[in-house]
């Protein structure tokens, strides 16, 4: 089923124009291809996909947070309409001073999103136009989808819980000890 | 006729109007209820309404002609209630049906309006601002087609009197609804928009102007609103019957008279989605207008 | 005269009355928050019609007498929840929906939702849930009308005399606040 011609040549026409501006090239699965850039050539690239390799729609702009690796991961997914090809375009910013090219002249819509990692992340975009306060509101705290913000005890100092269920927090242990299930250790974290 | 009868007669034609104004809006939700395959209200949840807005605590008001607005439209209901001739050779229910009065009438109608207008002019809410302009406008689009079917039931009758009509109506035993039926249709046509009912529901538009006009108005101010609108309705009613259907000479009659109108304009309002202001004005210059010329032409005729 | 009208007992048939129009009459704001404001519809419509206990949509807070608060409430939507119930005349009622107004909810440690609603206003009649069902939010409102009855749903003159009590909660978690002036 899994004909990977159209991919393949993509990967190809690629290769070919980037050379080595661009790694990680790769054909992940049927309809996704899978490729990695510098800050500096994000713009080149992205321009190549929309103009000239007919990417028209920008689905997302995800980010991620490596905090052990000391670096926001922000990934570009494009679309093609004809070819039903999805390109992920990942691109690195360091942590510590995040900066990335503003791109929403190439899609419009990428000031919203932009905004929102803006405000989620504290990464900053040069002449990104828009208000500061996109979802949150008078927020004065650590940027919150970060992972070095911690939820938990932010929301012990501001909130205050309901007494009467101190036998019951964590839900998840105490299905597993009704059913002496053994929860690993990475996942004891998450389980609440 | 002295004067402690003529008020007596006043406060007794009020309390039935009011009565039967609020039954009818009680009915009126009923049946919508049951068009749409629900239980519905009592009939008489819009009497336990005004009741519980009469009981509010707290009252806010924005200021003098915020807080005459329900009284100016209240005090216009019932004077329109008084003027109109509720029950034909009864010496009793006489009350203010003096003679020349149709043209009184119709300057007066506009009248609750434009006190609502000034009122809510000083709660500085723009939804308020809004639905009164749709509501002028609105004014504009009925009015017209409604006084060139009355002038031409005025010139058809050599009279602007409403007792001389129903005794004209009532000696020859015809309704002028046969006897000028373009007329009368063309008053039929506006009878929605006059209740901003039925499909003409632009003034109070919950959806994007969270009810108009009334949108600052809480507690026994709009209390009064709502009484002010039955009786308002009542006597619109009984103004159409007057006119149009030969009045009436005992209080069932007219009840049952009444609510035949009042039916036909719950039927529209059930069956017709709601008009945009431009399309409303537009369809009430329609064929409103064309029944209403039909009517002259009918005058000049014969 | 004055005194035929302010006893005990005169007082007590009026009270009688008045609570028999209010809780007959319900009118509530629509104003949603959360997935619960999706209940709502089939609440009101054909299916289950809460029209039969007087229960009728109000667009403004003028006009309502009953603050749902449907699901989970963000400290953002917490401000323009405090300004509309401030507006509302009195008496008026809240209720809380979903066990998100009650304890946080599976929102329990998120930074952006308050855990307990009636830190912030006074609520009437909890609905547990998550969320409650239209059958379960009529048992609400059946048991609000109850509470009316007897006169025990007082949460709006709570609210007047534990004011500072309750600015001071509302002031912890709306870290900027501003409110416009306005006579209630």
Redesign the interface.
């Known amino acids: 089923m899994a004909d990977l011609q159209k991919e393949n040549l993509l990967l190809e026409v690629l290769k070919n124009h980037f050379n080595d501006k661009i790694f990680d090239l790769k054909v992940q699965r049927h309809q996704r291809v899978h490729l990695r850039t510098t800050t500096e050539q994000i713009e080149a690239v992205l321009l190549y996909l929309k103009e000239k390799l007919g990417y028209k729609h920008l689905s997302h702009i995800s980010c991620v947070d490596w905090i052990e690796e000391n670096r926001f991961e922000l990934v570009y997914i494009l679309w093609h309409p004809e070819d039903k090809i999805n390109v992920l375009v990942k691109v690195d910013v360091d942590r510590l001073n995040p900066v990335a090219p503003n791109i929403d002249y190439i899609w419009p819509q990428a000031n919203t999103y932009e905004r929102e990692m803006r405000e989620m992340f504290g990464i900053q975009f040069p002449g990104l136009v828009g208000r500061k306060e996109l979802i949150l509101e008078d927020w004065d705290d650590l940027p919150p989808m970060r992972r070095d913000f911690d939820t938990l005890q932010y929301v012990m100092e501001n909130f205050e819980f309901r007494s009467g269920r101190e036998d019951a927090q964590n839900v998840r242990e105490t299905i597993a000890k009704r059913t002496g299930e053994e929860i690993p250790e990475f996942a004891k974290k998450y389980s609440r | 006729m002295n004067i402690w009868n003529l008020l007596l007669s006043a406060i007794v034609t009020t309390l039935l109007g009011f009565i039967i104004g609020v039954t009818y809006m009680g009915i009126r939700r009923k049946i919508v209820a049951l068009a749409q395959n629900r239980y519905g209200p009592p009939i008489y949840q819009n009497f336990l309404d005004i009741l519980k807005f009469w009981s509010k605590e707290s009252n806010i008001y924005h200021g003098v002609m915020h807080h005459l607005a329900p009284l100016w439209m209240i005090a216009m209901a019932i004077t329109i209630l008084l003027i109109v001739p509720t029950q034909y050779g009864s010496k009793f229910f006489e009350n203010l049906s003096f003679n020349g009065d149709l043209i009184l009438i119709l300057y007066l109608m506009p009248f609750g309006q434009l006190g609502m207008a000034l009122g809510v002019g000083q709660t500085g809410n723009p939804n308020s601002a809004i639905g009164v302009t749709r509501g002028l406008s609105l004014l504009v689009g009925s009015e017209i087609p409604f006084i060139m079917a009355l002038i031409a039931v005025m010139i058809q009758y050599h009279t602007t009197s409403v007792t001389d009509l129903v005794r004209i109506q009532q000696e020859h035993h015809t309704w002028i609804m046969f006897s000028s039926p373009f007329a009368f249709l063309a008053a039929l046509c506006v009878l929605p928009a006059m209740f901003h009912a039925g499909p003409y529901e632009v003034i109070i538009a919950p959806a994007e102007l969270a009810s108009g006009p009334m949108s600052e108005f809480g507690g026994k101010y709009l209390g009064t609103m709502m009484s002010a609108g039955s009786i308002f309705m009542f006597a619109k009613l009984t103004l159409f019957v007057d006119v149009f259907m030969g009045g009436s000479t005992n209080w069932l009659w007219l009840i049952v008279k009444t609510f035949t109108v009042y039916l036909f304009v719950i039927a529209v309002g059930i069956i017709m989605p709601r008009l945009r202001t431009e399309q409303a004005i537009r369809r009430l210059w329609g064929w409103p207008l064309v029944f209403a010329i039909l009517a002259f032409i009918q005058v000049a005729l014969f | 005269m004055n005194r035929a009208f302010n006893d005990r007992e005169s007082q007590k048939i009026l009270d009688i009355?008045?609570n028999?129009?209010?809780k007959?009459?319900l009118f509530i704001l629509?104003y949603g928050t959360g997935c619960g404001a999706i209940e709502i519809p089939p609440t009101i419509?054909?299916r289950y019609?809460a029209?039969?206990f007087?229960i009728?949509?109000?667009?403004?807070?003028?006009?309502a007498?009953v603050l749902l608060i449907t699901g989970y409430l963000s400290?953002?939507t917490l401000?323009r929840v405090i300004r509309a119930y401030e507006?509302?005349?009195?008496?008026k009622y809240v209720m809380g929906f979903g066990s998100c107004t009650?304890?946080?909810g599976m929102y329990?440690?998120?930074?952006?939702t308050?855990?307990?609603l009636d830190?912030y206003i006074p609520v009437d009649v909890y609905i547990n849930g998550c969320m409650p069902r239209p059958e379960a939010v009529i048992a609400g409102f059946v048991k609000l009308q109850q509470l009316i009855q007897q006169g025990k749903a007082l949460g709006w003159k709570h609210y007047k005399e534990n004011l500072e009590w309750y600015r001071q909660n509302q002031q912890?978690?709306?870290?900027?606040w501003r409110m416009p002036d306005y006579?209630?």
Do not use: C, H, L
Request: aromatic share 8%; no cysteine.
């Open positions: 009355i008045k028999f129009a209010r007959n009459s629509a419509t054909s019609d029209e039969r007087g009728r949509g109000a667009a403004t807070p003028r006009q007498d400290v953002k401000k507006q509302m005349q009195d008496p009650i304890n946080g329990w440690d998120s930074y952006n308050i855990k307990q830190k912890k978690v709306i870290k900027n006579n209630w």
